[in-house]
C-alpha cells in the first residue's frame, strides 16, 4: 500500500508563488511516474505536470513558464513550484503516482488533494 501526504497548498494574491509536496511513503513498492492534476467543480481532473523516474517531464501547456515539476527520488517526493501564480490556476491540486508492487502490478494512488486559490 502506497500513502501520499501532501502539502502547500494555500491562498495567495496573483503573481504570487506557492510549492507543493507530495511524498509517498509505504513499503515494498517502486515509484514509477510521478504528478500533479487539478479540478475546479464541475470539471474533470486534468494533468498539470508528470515526472518519470528518469526525470522525463511533461507539462499542460498552460502553465509552462510558470510551474516547475521535480522529484527528489530517495525520498519519493515530487514537488510544483508555482510562480507567477493567476486566478485561473485556483483550484484543488492532486498528487499522483504510479507504484509498481513486488507482484509487478502497477497501481495508480491519488493523495486526498490540496487547496489552492488564487486571488485577483
Known amino acids: 500500500q502506497v500513502h501520499l501526504v501532501e502539502s502547500g497548498g494555500g491562498l495567495v494574491q496573483a503573481g504570487g508563488s506557492l510549492r507543493l509536496s507530495c511524498a509517498a511513503s509505504g513499503s515494498g513498492f517502486t515509484i514509477n511516474d510521478m504528478g500533479w492534476y487539478r479540478q475546479v467543480p464541475g470539471k474533470q481532473r486534468g494533468l498539470v505536470a508528470s515526472?518519470?523516474?528518469?526525470?522525463?517531464?511533461n507539462t499542460f501547456d498552460s502553465v509552462k513558464g510558470r510551474f516547475t515539476i521535480s522529484r527528489d527520488n530517495a525520498k519519493n517526493t515530487v514537488y510544483l513550484q508555482m510562480n507567477s501564480l493567476k486566478p485561473e490556476d485556483t483550484a484543488v491540486y492532486y498528487c499522483n503516482a504510479v507504484a509498481t508492487l513486488p507482484s509487478g502490478m502497477r497501481i495508480n494512488y491519488w493523495g486526498q488533494g490540496t487547496q489552492v486559490t488564487v486571488s485577483s
Open positions: 515526472i518519470t523516474s528518469g526525470g522525463i517531464i
